[in-house]
């Protein structure tokens, strides 16, 4: 008997958010790696699931979600961005954003595909490209501004480009796309049939008041789109693992045929929950500027270490160079950071197929203030060693 398997990703190892964490535990150290908040999330949101599982509201719903749920997704975004999406047809509630982004793949690609993707790029894209035997083509963003270079897009365009995913706030760098950004995209794509695949997990947690230019937002680029959303980053509850795709009828006809035998349906007590919770509108609405303060606090703090910001307008994150303080590579020092000085970060580059080593490190500043103090409070002493 040979049981060996023939790997799918032979290429890929764990997770860089569960390898930085696991290394956090062993050392004790702060984690600002893996994007959580640690701060509660809304007790009124928690209270309506424990009612909901009170009520008996534990059996299977509806396999595209929750029907009330579709509605209220569907009256929020309809409103937020103008759109007219149809909760019947155009809406399907997942268990997380990365599901969503993975199904919405699996729908549309065949093997040899091309899909192009911008590095430093979450790192479930390429896996989950690659297990569908399709072709990851990977274009660096312009550092430090993490810009497409459009010129770039029009010259990696082939026959066999079958989608573009794009992410705005941009994970890693808290970079946002402009409405110029969609116009460049809108204009490729018109006259070929590539998909765009919008991950847009941070919408709300954007800064400075600066707009959130949403595919929903561009009927023409929605039409060929599946975009994705996340409940745990807009309610602070990700180990919730609850999320939602909107795509056009057709799009999202096909992507029901992949979610119903993989998942089917999700959590239904939550489903209930967050359905009557996104009647509070001031939650979402006041995200940006209570993430802002904790960006700024973080920065503030952080001026007292030789770290560099790199500028972000959106997010969970905040990019730091250290090239004045250490020519190890940003894997190394990561992991330096976590075990000598006790404070936990993700290298940038394991957000890149190519390897590209800009020696910066991405902090999640989501947390309490108590913590980011304490984190900064470690770099300090260490950094005065
Ligand atoms: N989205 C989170 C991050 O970028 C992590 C999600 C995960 O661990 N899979 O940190």
Redesign the pocket.
Known sequence: MNLSIQSKLPNVGT?I??VMSALAVKHNAINL????PDFPMDEKLTQLVNEAMNKGQNQYVHMCGLPLLRERIAEKVNEAYQSKINPETDITVTPGG?YAIYTAFTTILQPGDEVILFEPA?D?YIPNIEINGAIAVPIALEYPDYKINWEKVREKISPKTKAIIINTPH??SGSLLTHEDMIQLADIVSNTNIFIISDEVYEHLIFEGKEHCSVLKYPELFSRSFVCYSFGKVYHC?GWKMGYCIAPEALMKEFRKVHQFNVFTCNAPMQYAIADFMLEKEHYLNLGKFLQNKRDYFADLMKQTPFEPLPSFGS?FQLYSYKNISTESESDFAIKLTQEAGVAS?PVSAFYKTPIDNKVLRF?FAKNESTLTAAVDRLVAYFNK
């Not at 790696?33 to 959580?36: E, L, M, P, V």
Request: glycine share 12%.
């Open positions: 997770t958010f569960t790696g893996q994007g959580f990365t979450y479930s994970n890693p990700t969970y993700i999640c």
